[in-house]
């Protein structure tokens, strides 16, 4: 069964708060950073798997990949 739109928005608004909220990110860069993830393809994939880890645990491995992306374009 594919999840609906609107929990997947949902899903994403609580992994875009805990980006803002736990690692100070602005919604702006929260947001940006959920679109250029692969989290929505993946939701929409194998919501399952997805929505067996909360939203925390999604926020913290974008913002990792994310500091990850930054790094490599310094070098």
Do not use: G, R, T
């Not at 708060?17 to 100070?24: G, P, T």
């Not at 993830?37 to 993946?42: D, G, H, K, Q, R």
């Amino acid at each position: 069964m594919i999840l609906p739109i609107s929990k997947q928005n949902q899903f994403k608004n609580y992994v875009q708060d805990a980006l803002v909220e736990k690692y100070d990110y602005s919604i702006e860069e929260a947001k940006e950073m959920i679109d250029s993830s692969a989290l929505i393809e993946e939701l929409q994939k194998n919501d399952k798997y997805v929505m067996y880890f909360d939203a925390e645990f999604w926020a913290s491995k974008i913002s990792a990949k994310n500091k990850y992306v930054k790094i490599e374009q310094m070098c």
